[in-house]
């Protein structure tokens, strides 16, 4: 139910919504909180309901990972695709960029020296990157047992996780 302002008898606006999630197709599959048809709604009722204050969105609403190709609707992340302790074997680094640049993807010991250097070239943007470290050192020795940095780095965005090797 909606009620418009009408000046100085009513100077205010009347929302009223009541709805099952039924209707939406529920609250999205695992993995996306609200799915298109919950989203539009959502975006409508706010753009019926507060138009008039001069706050309309400036354009479509925009999901986080809608990726469309160049990037524009992609934000920066990095995250670990494979198992943390790593125990042997490789570990997976997954990112993607905001905008196209050159990324250094490098790998630090707990006292903050380099160990390697995995990746330093530019990379796509919009797009998931997997970039793998095998466990070893810039002179192709395995490293020994402990806890590791991995760092991605770029002009404009900087993040760090660590990382727990064992029986490497």
């Known amino acids: 139910m909606y009620a418009p302002n009408s000046g100085l008898t009513r100077p205010f606006k009347t929302l009223l919504n009541g709805w099952t ?17 919950t989203r539009k709604y959502f975006y409508d009722a706010l753009t019926s309901a507060f138009g008039d204050l001069a706050c309309t969105p400036s354009g479509l609403p925009v999901g986080v990972g809608d990726g469309n190709g160049d990037g524009r609707a992609f ?8 198992s943390n302790p790593m125990r042997s074997g490789e570990a997976r680094i997954a990112f993607g960029l905001q905008k196209t640049e050159r990324v250094q993807l490098r790998v630090f010991d707990v006292t903050g020296r380099l160990v390697k250097t995995v990746a330093d070239r530019s990379f796509q943007a919009g797009v998931q990157h997997v970039v793998i470290w095998d466990g070893t050192n810039d002179t192709g020795q395995k ?9 991605l780095k770029s002009a404009t965005w900087t993040s760090q996780k660590k990382l727990a090797v064992l029986a490497n």
């Open 21 to 37: 999630m039924g209707l939406f197709g529920g609250m999205g599959t695992q993995g996306d909180l609200l799915n298109v048809g």
């Open 75 to 82: 934000v920066n992340f990095m995250n670990l695709k494979s």
């Open 143 to 151: 490293v020994k047992n402990g806890v590791y940095f991995y760092q």
